[in-house]
């Protein structure tokens, strides 16, 4: 009896012990939160299960509630599902929590099976640092502060990155200097696409160093310049080129600024010009071209406002993601007004602001750069220019850049196509271009056009300045024949070594641009971090917003996000989930309004992204150009703000409450062209006038600012004088090789300190009276032309021979 009663009692341990196990409540292990928390801003809390060994013995419908505490109140209560087709979820996460005091908050989460917290629960304690909203646009105001101040791009990065550091580890300043340089930047350097940007940009680098140093960028020049006749249709080849490199922005910046840089500084295009050319035609153009490298991250964001929708029991939702892209593309205002501003700017010849500036020095000074601008970043390199006895031919750089273009587009096809083929989608041309490796196209295309170069210039032999046959010898089984002394008579243009050699000066030149990249992707992550991104965007979460604003807000939002971060496609990933799914409930399905939306996150992220200076098409645009990045940013500023301003105002403001989103378009082109016509002034105006822009900034810089008045009254000669005089004497020089695009730097044409220089006889007119400067101006004189915008004497013409 008494055997069988300790059986039983034994039994019964084993009983009560499994029941408490079956009932013990996992624990909660914190995981992928953010670093800062921004008060009034709601954040969800994220973290894994860690359950008892024996959970499985659960109930399939069991439930696991959670409640989170503050100080005695209860900040959100939720539950989640244990079984999800009878797999034991393994993570959780509990949302809405909002905390209205900065400082450390200590929050409880309480997990529990029981609905009333009864009979178990377990207390899990996480630590939140919050600050105040405010606090969240420190980094990038100081960033942009130090930049103006110092002229240092590098250290206004890193000091914003610091900066940010310091809000996240609670103000202390030798915890953020080594998490500025063993986390941001480290993980920067170690992102995967960053390393791709790196690689591609690097290799791309290289290839236009080779191309350049084996003639063929100045034998590009050399065949462009028969169809260009002025500086006006200079800048309109560069403009139009830009469209005909419309799938990838990178390959945009990086192709045409190198190619196209000796068209531009031949006739005299400032290179803040030629810059904001290149960066104009980038992400405008890709964003809004039907195949690019990025619609595939387009659509899909698209896709997942529209999943969302579906999950909360919408109905009547567009029927494709590609549906809803096409119908954005009408009120792509950004972009589309951006567009046309250039082509405006270059068919009447008018700038304003900081652009009028530079485009009259270069102009009258043939400076390209500004005084202030660094040497490393502008400078072309000696080494890369071809020897004098390089002969100068168009395939050599047509031919590398061509097949670096098919290759890419050979990539973007080839896995767009796999890609969309595992993912079971209709394999349309926007699916494929979608789903397809824009970064590791470029990176083989790049490399693949190198070693394309490579070979072009060692299969060609030169001789005295002209190509060599030397295959008339080779297919006898001869050599290339020998000179008296025993030497070649004809070399390759480059040999093997020489062309990597170059290559490797071509990779030197980005070192710059690449720690510029380092830095601005680190400091984009550190406002993030900060939680700069939730406090703009939680400005899109007022339920009393009217709907018709819905889009201009947004608009907003992602161009300050966009600019505080230097990217766009960040921005698109922060803002979509909130402001696209916002825009159809609010508007209880408004095509319209939901349509304007998405386009406003799109074009508002690409209007921040011009803005900036840490964004990346940004600085390779700044690179590629041999621009320096702060007179690129200062120059670009005033073109970005005008037609955002235009694009918020008569845009998406007016299309949301007036007009259907295709007139916003009309009636904002023709808003950019009278903005232009009353605001821009005629880079050649004979008394130098200056634009309202400009006059209101020196106001302010003379009357508040207590700073010396700059003269701006030097007389200039007009497009048409230059041109007439310069093309009258290009023809003088016996080729192309003799004359500037051999040499580098378009100052040796007019510069009076060139010490191999000399006074060319300026040629007569029908009458015979001489065409140089000083008898025009002397001619006007006479004639009681005044400010006919003659050369003045003291500027003789003089040209190397």
């Not at 539950?79 to 409880?108: C, Q, R």
């Not at 200076?613 to 690179?623: F, Q, R």
């Amino acid at each position: 009896m008494a055997a069988r009663a300790w059986r039983a009692a034994v039994w019964m341990a084993m009983l009560v012990s499994i029941l408490a196990l079956v009932q013990a409540v996992p624990e909660a292990e914190f995981d992928g939160n953010r670093k800062t928390y921004v008060t009034g801003v709601a954040f969800s809390l994220n973290f894994n299960l860690l359950y008892p060994s024996d959970a499985a013995l659960l109930d399939d419908a069991a439930e696991l509630f959670m409640r989170v505490w503050y100080q005695g109140e209860v900040l959100s209560n939720s539950s989640m599902p244990l079984f999800d087709t009878g797999v034991l979820a393994t993570s959780g996460s509990i949302g809405d929590i909002n905390v209205n005091k900065h400082g450390w908050a200590e929050l409880d989460l309480e997990l529990s099976y029981n609905e009333q917290f009864e009979n178990g629960t377990t207390r899990n304690l996480y630590d939140a640092w919050v600050v105040t909203g405010g606090v969240t646009v420190i980094p990038p105001a100081v960033t942009v502060l130090v930049a103006v101040v110092t002229r240092e791009v590098l250290w206004a990065l890193w000091i914003g990155v610091w900066t940010a550091a310091m809000i996240i580890y609670q103000g202390n300043p030798l915890t953020a200097f080594l998490r500025t340089l063993d986390t941001y930047m480290v993980e920067s350097l170690g992102n995967i696409d960053h390393a791709f940007v790196i690689l591609f940009s690097w290799f791309l680098s290289g290839l236009i160093a080779v191309v350049s140093k084996s003639g063929g960028a100045h034998g590009i020049a050399s065949l462009i310049i028969k169809t260009i006749k002025n500086k006006r249709s200079a800048q309109m080849a560069i403009f139009f080129l830009g469209f005909v490199i419309f799938f990838d922005d990178y390959a945009n910046t990086l192709i045409l600024g190198g190619t196209m840089r000796p068209i531009a500084d031949l006739y005299w295009v400032a290179r803040e010009k030629f810059a904001a050319l290149v960066d104009c035609t980038t992400a405008p153009i890709a964003s809004i071209a039907p195949i690019s490298s990025w619609i595939g991250f387009e659509l899909g964001l698209i896709q997942d406002s529209l999943t969302q929708l579906e999950a909360l029991g919408y109905e009547n939702l567009p029927s494709s993601a590609y549906e809803v892209f096409i119908n954005t593309i009408p009120s792509r205002y950004y972009p589309m007004f951006m567009l046309l501003l250039q082509f405006v700017l270059i068919l009447s010849m008018r700038e304003f602001g900081p652009m009028l500036e530079a485009e009259r020095r270069t102009q009258y000074k043939h400076q390209l750069n500004p005084e202030s601008a660094r040497l490393e970043e502008v400078q072309i390199d000696d080494k890369l220019e071809p020897e004098d006895d390089t002969p100068r031919r168009w395939w050599n750089g047509v031919v590398p850049i061509l097949v670096t273009l098919c290759a890419v587009l050979l990539g973007l096809m080839l896995t767009g196509y796999y890609s969309a083929k595992d993912a079971g989608l209709d394999l349309t041309a926007a699916n494929i271009f979608g789903e397809g490796d824009s970064y590791g196209s470029i990176l083989w295309g790049s490399f693949f056009g190198s070693m394309v170069i490579w070979v072009m210039a060692r299969l060609q032999y030169k001789k005295d300045g002209q190509i060599f046959n030397q295959w008339k010898y080779w297919i006898r089984f001869q050599g290339v024949p020998k000179n008296e002394d025993g030497t070649k008579s004809a070399v390759p243009l480059m040999d093997m070594y020489a062309s990597l050699s170059v290559w490797i000066e071509g990779v030197k030149g980005m070192t710059v641009p690449v720690l510029v990249l380092i830095l601005a992707w680190s400091i984009g992550q550190a406002i993030q971090d900060c939680g700069a991104d939730v406090f703009f965007s939680s400005a899109l979460s007022s339920d009393s917003m009217d709907p018709r604003a819905l889009p201009t807000l947004t608009f907003l939002i992602s161009a300050l996000i966009s600019f505080a971060t230097g990217t766009s496609w960040g921005t698109m990933s922060i803002v979509f989930p909130i402001a696209a799914p916002t825009a159809w409930i609010a508007s209880d399905g408004d095509e319209k309004i939901y349509f304007l939306t998405v386009s406003a996150i799109l074009s508002g992220a690409v209007f921040g992204d011009h803005a900036t200076a840490i964004s990346d098409t940004t600085i390779l645009s700044a690179m590629s150009s041999k621009c320096d990045l702060q007179a690129h940013v200062i120059t670009q500023m005033p073109y970005a703000l005008s037609m955002g301003i235009l694009a918020a105002l008569v845009g998406y403001l007016m299309a949301g409450y007036v007009y259907a989103a295709w007139v916003g378009l009309l009636v904002g082109f023709l808003f950019v062209t009278v903005f232009v016509l009353l605001v821009g002034v005629r880079i050649d105006h004979p008394q130098s006038k200056l634009d309202i822009f400009t006059r209101l900034n020196e106001a302010i810089r003379v009357h508040v600012l207590r700073k010396e008045r700059r003269v701006f009254t030097e007389v200039i000669a007009s497009e048409k004088e230059y041109v007439d005089i310069f093309r009258a004497n290009f023809w003088q020089a016996s080729t192309f090789a003799n004359f500037f695009l051999c040499r580098g730097e378009p100052d040796e044409v007019f510069d009076l300190e060139v010490a191999s220089t000399k006074l060319v006889e300026a040629p007569l007119d029908d009458e015979g009276r001489s065409l140089s400067p000083s008898s025009r101006s002397a001619s006007n004189e006479e004639q009681g032309n005044e400010g006919s915008g003659a050369l003045p004497e003291e500027a003789p013409y003089v040209i190397p021979l």
